[in-house]
């Protein structure tokens, strides 16, 4: 086959080998260069949102040349599929990149219907700010639960710098801000089952929620350890993963002692307790538990901490 270009892409599927490459001039199935294939890394070579340049071909056949270094990525290391916290993660594990380069991850719950999962929440939250990326909480539902008092119950969310954009798919309420804060940016969605995240995508762009979900009906029928997301294309700028496995995303490379560093309120207390091994949940001297009993600190997110730190 005779190459015809190269072009600058955008790794938008990934599939037994085969690489859906977006670029201006259309989509190309792509496999990657024998050359890349040789290099001896600790993470994916590729990942769905690589930034890769290709050698196209006439018959719409490419090959991914050259792969950009990643600015960012949401990854695990669990192959076995385990979901744990604790010092008998292997370190020799090859990290498993979920997205590469996202720029935000938003966290879909709703406000009740099912009830919203506090401890689910905080678990992402800390996947979020171990990955170093920006998190957004969108709470869903408010058709059901007035908005006031949704954020009578999850304003202290906002108090900690997390953007919170409250929404009702029904109502078509808080689309205006949930649709400026995707645009012209590569978003994970994740959230628990029954929330409503496949009627807002569908408020948001028609179609958007239905593809999604076929997508996550694929992705079910493997097992956790090989969830590959899509990137679907938003008409109004930007592109967003849907990523059902998230929800079983293992904090396996964090260790114990770690996870107060993950929580955005606990995190300056740190250098303030007695002692410097202090675990937070026991030792007196404690600025942490200090801060719970005087309210500083939401006891939901204390417990959220404390199931974490004695997994």
């Known amino acids: 086959m005779r190459m015809t270009a190269t072009l600058d892409g955008l790794i938008i599927k990934a599939q037994s080998g085969f690489f859906t490459v977006h670029t201006e001039a259309g989509n190309f199935a792509c496999q990657v260069r024998g050359k890349l ?26 090959m991914i040349e050259e792969i950009e270094p990643r600015r960012s990525a949401l990854s695990r290391r669990s192959p076995a599929g385990r979901d744990r916290v604790g010092p008998h993660s292997a370190a020799g594990e090859k990290e498993q990149v979920i997205v590469a380069n996202p720029d935000q991850v938003v966290f879909v719950f709703a406000v009740a219907e099912p009830a ?4 689910m929440l905080d678990r992402f939250l800390v996947v979020a700010e171990a990955s170093q990326l920006p998190a957004v909480i969108c709470f869903n539902k408010t058709d059901i639960t007035s908005e006031t008092r949704a954020q009578e119950m ?43 995240k496949s009627s807002l995508l569908n408020a948001l762009q028609p179609g958007l929620g239905l593809a ?27 592109w967003v993963a849907d990523t059902p496995g998230l929800r079983a995303l293992a904090l396996f490379d964090i260790e114990p002692d770690e996870v107060d560093g993950y929580f955005v309120e606990i ?4 250098s303030q307790c007695e002692f410097n091994d202090c675990t937070h949940l026991r030792e007196r001297g404690c600025a942490v538990q200090a801060a719970v009993e005087r309210g500083e600190i939401a006891r939901s997110r204390y417990e959220s901490y404390r199931k974490l730190r004695e997994l």
């Open 37 to 62: 294939k040789q290099r001896r890394l600790a993470s994916d070579l590729t990942a769905v949102g690589d930034r890769v340049t290709i050698s196209t071909h006439a018959d719409g056949a490419g």
């Open 116 to 119: 919203p999962r506090l401890g």
């Open 154 to 196: 999850f304003s202290f969310y906002e108090s900690l710098g997390y953007p919170v954009i409250y929404t009702s798919a029904r109502n078509r309420r808080g689309l205006d801000a949930l649709r400026e804060r995707l645009r012209d940016r590569l978003s994970v969605l994740a959230g628990p089952s029954g929330v409503g």
């Open 212 to 238: 999604a979900k076929a997508i996550s009906r694929a992705t079910s029928k493997g097992r956790h350890t090989t969830v590959v997301p899509e990137l679907l294309p938003l008409l109004f700028g930007g």
């Open 267 to 270: 995190r300056p207390l740190v």
